[in-house]
């Protein structure tokens, strides 16, 4: 049985989320998938193979897309008081 390259399975890894994840740079995928581990320089190509992994993993869940500032920005415009709540001002 082959050894497993995990710095290739890695760089395939990054290359697979960034086809899934068009709008996400590859800093924030490594910074999101080694949060947990703080100094990353120490880590071997297997411990970060199975980080970059697990956050795949969790992005496969995450289904809700990243609003834009705007959606943001109208949504805050959009914000009233119900009826009732204007009354006890």
């Known amino acids: 049985m082959a050894k497993k ?6 760089l395939k890894l ?6 899934q994840h068009p709008t996400y740079n590859m800093g924030k995928h490594l910074s999101t998938a080694t949060d947990e581990y703080g ?3 120490s ?16 992005l496969q ?3 809700q897309p990243e609003p834009s500032i705007e959606a943001i920005i109208a949504d805050a415009v959009d914000l009233r008081l119900d009826k009732d ?3 006890d001002y």
């Not at 880590?43 to 969790?58: F, G, N, Q, V, W």
């Open 14 to 19: 990054l290359t697979e989320l960034h086809k």
């Open 43 to 58: 880590m071997d190509d297997k411990s970060l193979y199975e980080a970059i992994k697990k956050y795949s993993d969790t």
């Open 5 to 10: 390259n995990y710095y290739t399975e890695t």
């Open 39 to 41: 100094n990353i320089w």
């Open 85 to 87: 709540d204007e009354d």
């Open 61 to 63: 869940y995450d289904t």
